[in-house]
């Protein structure tokens, strides 16, 4: 005897297959399959939102009630539309066919659980990996570029090429943070260490490396995404074409590196991705080459880099990014050449507003600018208006928020210029360019009248890097400013060990002898200093302070309106190293000359 609940069961069955139901159910959700699919395809290509998915499966759930309601009552005709009628017979007396009724069933139950599991496959795939991602903060690293080529002047050619990736992912605002090219570049040959390794070391979660590998015009790269703390590959793709079309190449890799960290794109910012520089190639790789020497420093390399710009002016006079490169380098002339500052930074003004004149949504064109403004006019409120656009226009150059940190020392804002010193750590967290960021950050906890701190910072980066200048010489500028003039001798000596031409060493050591009471000493640094001057360079700040600390008041008052007249951006600092012209700072000439610069402020 059969069971009345399997009778009405049967009954359901048959009457949801009579009506067309389970037909229904078994279209809709191929089609709701095939729908999700393509969806889940082109969600990332067209960068839709990341709720379109899930509007998509609760628009399709809404559907799926409303198209199992409608073949209830409604069924498809050649009439058309009609309502469905009512069995005109009992369920139980219809026909049974039972090999092919068990056979439908059987396919039909199969092909739902399928499409289902399917489905729900393809839903937790793609939402627990892209989910799983998207926790993570974005912060990259782009390792040097492997590159193959016959030619050795070009062997540097993979590190400027990761520099340019590492320049079009500043473009993306969905990045929290990018390690700059200069902290990238010590990992590269057969003795860089693990992903996972690189990866604490930076305080990075995605690593990017690659390949370049160029012959004659045909040029092919291999890039790879891996999360550093596992090690696992995320993506990789080989991108080959034509050497001229290499911006097009770098822009495929930038946006697919942001799609496949789950980073949607606005217009503004495929726009700026995809702008090409310069629309000569030969143009760009001079300029490319030219990043290298000027990274380098040094007189001799500045002026290479110079002219490897200039060789790329020739070809492309429009090509903005080489002219601020120029500026750049000519400013690097007057800090590591000696050279007068008009001659320098006035050259890099008229080369940095000749990139603006061209493209002023260049970020490097206003860092530059901002730069020739605070270090050479003086002029604050201008500096901190080019500062703010460089920011606005690409939020992770570390460059920018390491000088504007050193600009609200200036102001006397020591407290604030600290957090863009940590900010500019961030980004870029190794040396040289971290030591100086460490190192200016030492010295505005002094600004901030925490000696105690600046002298633990300053003394342990200058243990970290002996081998380093910088570091030894604000400590020793600490050391003066506390009164421990033993010690500054000390840091100052192993300074000019280091870099016996640079005319700061030499004044530090003059000052910290004085102060011990070793004025022969301090005659005799100021010999040296004279012996350093020659037509391109000025010790006029620098013998003024040493002539100062000797007694000799008029001298000292005459060469610090030289020192003014040039422009030595040493004077504009007078207000935070407060140690210097400490014996004549009650003089009514020294206050009359203080005051043109920060009026009211002595």
């Avoid at 217009?267 to 990274?295: V, W």
Wanted: contains cysteine.
């Amino acid at each position: 005897m059969k069971k009345p609940v399997d009778n009405k069961l049967r009954k359901l069955w048959r009457e949801l297959k009579r009506r067309n139901v389970i037909r229904v159910i078994t279209v809709y959700a191929a089609a709701a399959f095939v729908i999700l699919e393509l969806v889940s395809i082109i969600v990332e290509p067209l960068r839709l939102p990341e709720w379109t998915l899930p509007l998509i499966i609760v628009l399709l759930c809404v559907g799926f009630v409303i198209a199992v309601i409608l073949s209830w009552i409604y069924d498809l005709t050649p009439e058309g539309i009609e309502r469905t009628e009512s069995a005109k017979e009992p369920a139980e007396n219809i026909p049974d066919r039972p090999s092919r009724q068990i056979g439908w069933k059987v396919a039909t139950i199969i092909s739902l659980v399928l499409i289902a599991g399917l489905v729900l496959l393809n839903i937790f795939k793609n939402n627990g990996r892209s989910g799983d991602i998207r926790k993570l903060e974005k912060s990259i690293a782009v390792l040097p570029f492997h590159y193959y080529n016959v030619n050795p002047e070009a062997e540097d050619i993979g590190d400027a090429f990761s520099n340019e990736i590492i320049t079009q992912l500043y473009k993306v605002r969905g990045f929290d943070r990018i390690i700059s090219h200069t902290s990238t570049l010590r990992y590269k040959g057969p003795d860089m260490p693990s992903m996972p390794v690189i990866g604490d070391e930076l305080d990075v979660n995605f690593i990017i490396e690659g390949s370049l590998e160029r012959q004659d015009e045909d040029v092919s790269i291999q890039v790879q995404i891996v999360r550093a703390d596992t090690d696992d590959h995320i993506w990789a793709d080989e991108f080959k074409g034509k050497w001229n079309d290499i911006f097009k190449i770098r822009a495929s890799i930038a946006k697919n590196v942001a799609s496949e960290l789950k980073t949607i794109l606005s217009q503004s910012e495929i726009e700026l991705i995809e702008e090409e520089p310069t629309d000569n190639l030969e143009a760009y790789d001079f300029y490319l080459l030219g990043n290298q020497y000027r990274q380098k420093g040094s007189e001799e390399n500045y002026l290479k880099a110079i002219d490897l710009y200039k060789s790329a002016l020739d070809l492309d006079p429009e090509f903005a990014l080489a002219w601020v490169g120029i500026g750049n380098s000519y400013r690097g002339m007057f800090f590591n050449a000696n050279w007068l500052p008009e001659e320098a930074y006035e050259k890099s003004r008229a080369a940095v507003l000749r990139a603006l004149k061209i493209d002023n949504q260049l970020a490097e064109a206003h860092l530059a600018l901002a730069r020739v403004k605070y270090e050479y006019d003086w002029d604050l409120e201008a500096a901190e208006r080019e500062f703010k656009k460089a920011f606005e226009l690409n939020p992770n150059l570390a460059e920018a928020y390491a000088y504007y940190g050193d600009l609200l020392n200036l102001k006397g804002d020591s407290e604030e210029s600290q957090l863009y010193f940590k900010k500019a750590l961030m980004l870029n967290p190794n040396p040289p360019n971290s030591v100086r960021y460490q190192t200016f950050m030492g010295y505005s906890y002094l600004m901030a009248g925490k000696e105690d701190s600046a002298i633990i910072v300053l003394k342990q980066i200058a243990y970290e890097h002996p081998h380093l200048e910088s570091p030894q010489r604000f400590l020793g500028a600490v050391y003066i400013s506390s009164g421990e003039y033993d010690k500054a001798i000390e840091m100052m000596e192993r300074a000019v060990e280091i870099n016996s031409v640079a005319h700061s060493n030499r004044l530090l050591l003059g000052i910290a002898y004085a102060r011990a009471g070793l004025l022969d000493k301090t005659r005799e640094q100021l010999e040296l200093l004279d012996g350093l001057e020659d037509e391109t360079s000025s010790i006029s700040f620098p013998r003024a302070a040493l002539l100062a600390e000797l007694g000799q008041v008029d001298s000292a008052m005459y060469w610090l309106g030289k020192a003014y007249e040039e422009r030595n951006q040493w004077v504009l600092y007078l207000k935070v190293y407060d140690f210097f012209f400490t014996t004549i700072r009650s003089d009514p000439r020294f206050i009359e000359f203080y005051n043109k610069i920060w009026p009211g402020d002595e």
